[in-house]
């Protein structure tokens, strides 16, 4: 978190440009320090009818998180002071809204590291307005509530795990997991269908969006980190097994 040297941070609005949607009561906070580059995402978000502030550096992105308390962020990795992966860190310690990751290198640490602290999305620069306009659309669509049908108990055992699916609560052992909403949301699409074997794509459509375009080895990162919270061994998984050629699928426990 800033010193307290540093000032509370007021971020800067978007350039009006007249929404075009319904979807105004979203606000987004706009990380980057590279300020033609934020004015201009800016301003296609506003235009797609978000409400949206900018900011560009790492301290003031996590003051304006805070107190602004933003739908989504989109958040550049490389940031004066606090890099991306930091501010996403800090962040997360009391907030759980959908940040979109922007780095300027396709490489995979970039990804890795970014997803590692919570990102929900990544997208590789240069990029496309109008396709980052679509990924913001794309995961404020998701439904705040984990994702589940009407056949799922609100509370499902695997051994030693339990998930209660209304409070969003994960126990292993009688001990609790705090997951972030992605990977609590496929443990959720998982845990309601435990017979059956997930592609990626069926888990993007379930937990993200069957409109969402982009590396579907997305859903890999986030189950890594979901089986290391659940002390679940890769070798030799007891909750979430992988489907050689298929995807995933939940294990007894």
């Not at 999305?121 to 679509?134: G, Q």
Request: glycine share 8%; proline share 6%.
């Amino acid at each position: 978190m800033s010193s307290p040297a540093h000032p509370p941070a007021t971020p800067s609005r978007a350039p009006a440009t007249g929404p075009t949607s319904g979807a105004a009561s979203a606000r987004i906070l706009v990380v980057e320090d590279e300020k033609d580059l934020a004015k201009m995402v800016g301003a296609y978000l506003e235009r797609a009818g978000y409400a949206v502030d900018l900011v560009h550096n790492g301290h003031d992105a996590v003051d304006a998180a805070r107190t602004g308390r933003p739908d989504a962020i989109v958040l550049d990795l490389g940031l004066p002071g606090l890099d991306g992966v930091e501010v996403c860190r800090q962040v997360r310690t009391f907030s759980d809204c959908y940040i979109l990751m922007l780095t300027a290198r396709d490489d995979e640490v970039d990804k890795l590291v970014g997803l590692s602290v919570g990102a929900d999305d990544y997208i590789t620069k240069p990029f496309s307005p109008r396709e980052l306009v679509a990924r913001v659309q794309v995961v404020l669509r998701r439904p705040r509530s984990a994702p589940s049908s009407d056949r799922g108990e609100a509370i499902r055992t695997f051994g030693d795990l339990s998930v209660d699916v209304e409070s969003r609560e994960v126990h292993v052992a009688g001990q609790p997991v705090e997951l972030t909403r992605t990977e609590f949301d496929i443990l959720a699409v998982l845990t309601d269908r435990p017979r059956l074997a997930y592609s990626r794509r069926q888990l993007i459509d379930e937990v993200w969006d069957a409109a969402w375009v982009g590396d579907e080895h997305i859903v890999d990162v986030h189950v890594a980190h979901l089986r290391r919270k659940l002390g679940d061994d890769p070798s030799s998984p007891r909750f979430v097994d992988t489907v050689r050629g298929v995807g995933y699928r939940m294990g007894t426990g």
